[in-house]
C-alpha cells in the first residue's frame, strides 16, 4: 500500500476538530494531524515503499509538540519499527482490510513550550504573550521569544497549547484555499514538452569498425 491510499484509510477516523496533511513540525513534516479543541494528535504514515531511516528524527520533533503519536506502517515495517519506538507511541497497521491497532497511543508527556510555539507565526506567539502582560516580547527576534519561551515558568503549558490549537484549527480554510488556488494554477499550466535530443554522431572509431565488419 501507498501512503495516498493509507490516508484514505485514516482520514474517516478521525472525528470532531479539523485535520491537517504535512504541518511542518521542527525539521520535518508532519504526515497528518488531527487537531481538537482538547489535544493534537500527529500521524506519520509509512507504505510499503518507504523507509524508516527518517524515524528517530521524525519522533523527536513530534515528541515535542503533539499530545499522541501514532506511526501507520504496513505489515513489512512492524517488526523493525517497533524497537526504534518508546512505548507511549501508537501503531496501526494497515491493509486492504483497512487499519489494525497494534497499540494506542499514550499520553506524550514530553510537550515543550518553545517547540509548540514554532508552530506558529512569530507575530501569533507574541499576540499570546502580550495578552498575558509580557509586554517586553514586542521587539524580541523569534530566536529570542523561543529562548524565553525555553526557560520561563510564568507560561503555562496548557494555556499555549491551547492558543495553538486554536491558531492552527483557524488556519486550515486558508491553507485549503491556498491549496485549491495553487491546483488550480498547476491545471492552467501547458504541459511540459520533452525536450529534443539530436542524435548522437557515430564516432570515427565506431564508423571503421562496422566498415571492417562489413569488408
Not at 9 to 31: F, H, K, N, S, W
Not at 64 to 82: C, M, P, Q, S
Not at 104 to 122: E, F, I, K
Not at 157 to 177: G, I, K
Request: glycine share 4%; proline share 6%.
Amino acid at each position: 500500500m501507498n501512503d495516498p491510499e493509507i490516508r484514505a484509510l485514516l482520514y474517516p477516523l478521525l472525528q470532531q476538530g479539523v485535520y491537517v496533511d504535512e504541518l511542518p513540525t521542527g525539521t520535518t513534516r508532519a504526515d497528518v494531524v488531527h487537531i481538537t479543541p482538547a489535544f493534537m494528535h500527529g500521524y506519520e504514515v509509512k507504505g510499503d515503499g518507504d523507509t524508516l531511516q527518517r524515524v528517530a528524527n521524525q519522533l523527536r520533533c513530534y515528541a515535542e509538540v503533539y499530545d499522541f503519536v501514532t506511526f501507520i506502517v504496513t505489515e513489512k515495517h512492524v517488526a523493525k519499527l517497533l524497537p526504534l519506538l518508546p512505548a507511549w507511541v501508537g501503531v496501526l497497521v494497515a491493509s486492504s482490510e483497512g487499519l489494525r491497532e497494534h497499540r494506542p497511543a499514550g499520553y506524550n508527556a514530553t510537550v515543550a513550550r518553545a517547540a509548540l510555539a514554532s508552530l506558529l507565526l512569530l507575530e501569533e506567539v507574541k499576540q499570546f504573550l502580550l495578552a498575558r502582560g509580557f509586554a517586553g516580547v514586542s521587539t524580541l527576534r523569534r530566536r529570542e521569544v523561543l529562548h524565553f519561551l525555553r526557560h520561563t515558568r510564568l507560561v503555562p503549558l496548557s494555556h499555549l497549547a491551547q492558543f495553538v490549537r486554536d491558531q492552527l484549527s483557524l488556519r486550515l480554510p486558508q491553507r485549503l484555499l491556498h491549496r485549491a488556488e495553487r491546483k488550480a494554477e498547476r491545471a492552467l499550466r501547458p504541459a511540459r514538452l520533452k525536450p529534443h535530443r539530436p542524435k548522437k554522431r557515430k564516432t570515427a572509431k565506431k564508423k571503421a569498425a562496422r566498415v571492417s565488419k562489413q569488408a
